[in-house]
């Protein structure tokens, strides 16, 4: 079946660290892949995403690139600020008919960040 | 820009009690979702609907029914509660399947 699975948390980094949250995805076809973010007491917000293999998607100093040959969308950020603490889901929608696009969540991770 | 709107944000209901979580979207958009969320679980999908009339079922639409009368409102109705379905539930909308989404704040539901 189609899944989703991301590494667990949660991770705990000192300010301006560098970040990695691997996700890796089972899907049959061609797959979007998405990254949110969520934080405390709010519901999901997009963070980025990528449309077809190879693509980057980047937002806000983050980005993740499409890896169809690994089936991967790790979510990196060079130097992560205590702002960024939050809940990261990583997605993907299916494209084909009768999918209807629903978004298929991996189960988080929670990123900490220590001043 | 209203975007996804959820009402109530919170509230506790006594098992057997029905309720009804309502969705508005304010962006046109023919694709709505309701998802809950369990802690460590991510987000399962409860029902889903590509437009006003046509809903569908998702990954656990047990215990939950919908309607869509309209673009705009997508509202999740509880039936006879049980402690189970205490999570926060998250109303979602989109345009096409590789845009993503726009969630609304949720709604954290527990069953006494």
């Known amino acids: 079946g189609n899944s989703v699975t991301q590494m667990e948390g949660p991770v705990t980094l000192s300010e301006e660290a560098f970040l990695t949250i691997n996700c890796t995805y089972t899907?049959?076809?061609?797959?979007?892949l998405f990254w949110y973010v969520q934080y405390p007491g709010e519901g999901l917000q997009l963070l980025l995403k990528a449309t077809k293999a190879d693509d980057k998607g980047s937002n806000k100093g983050f980005e993740a690139t499409y890896r169809k040959e690994t089936t991967s969308f790790h979510l990196e950020k060079g130097s992560v600020q205590v702002s960024d603490s939050a809940v990261y889901f990583c997605a993907l929608s299916l494209n084909y008919g009768g999918s209807q696009g629903n978004l298929i969540f991996g189960k988080g991770t929670k990123l900490s960040v220590k001043p | 820009n209203a975007g996804v709107t959820q009402t109530p944000k919170f509230r506790i209901l006594k098992i057997g009690q029905s309720m009804t979580l309502q969705c508005a979207q304010d962006?046109?958009?023919?694709?709505m979702y309701w998802y809950r969320q369990d802690p460590g679980m991510g987000l399962k999908l409860i029902y889903y609907?590509?437009?006003?009339?046509?809903?569908d079922k998702g990954e656990v639409p047990n215990g939950y029914n919908v309607s869509r009368s309209t673009t705009e409102d997508f509202p999740l109705r509880l039936e006879l509660a049980a402690p189970s379905q205490t999570s926060v539930y998250f109303c979602?909308?989109?345009?096409?399947?590789?845009?993503?989404?726009?969630f609304g704040s949720g709604t954290r539901l527990t069953v006494v």
């Open positions: 899907a049959t076809g061609y797959p979007s």
């Open positions: 962006m046109n958009h023919n694709y």
């Open positions: 609907s590509v437009g006003a009339g046509i809903t």
């Open positions: 979602a909308s989109g345009e096409a399947s590789n845009y993503g989404y726009t």
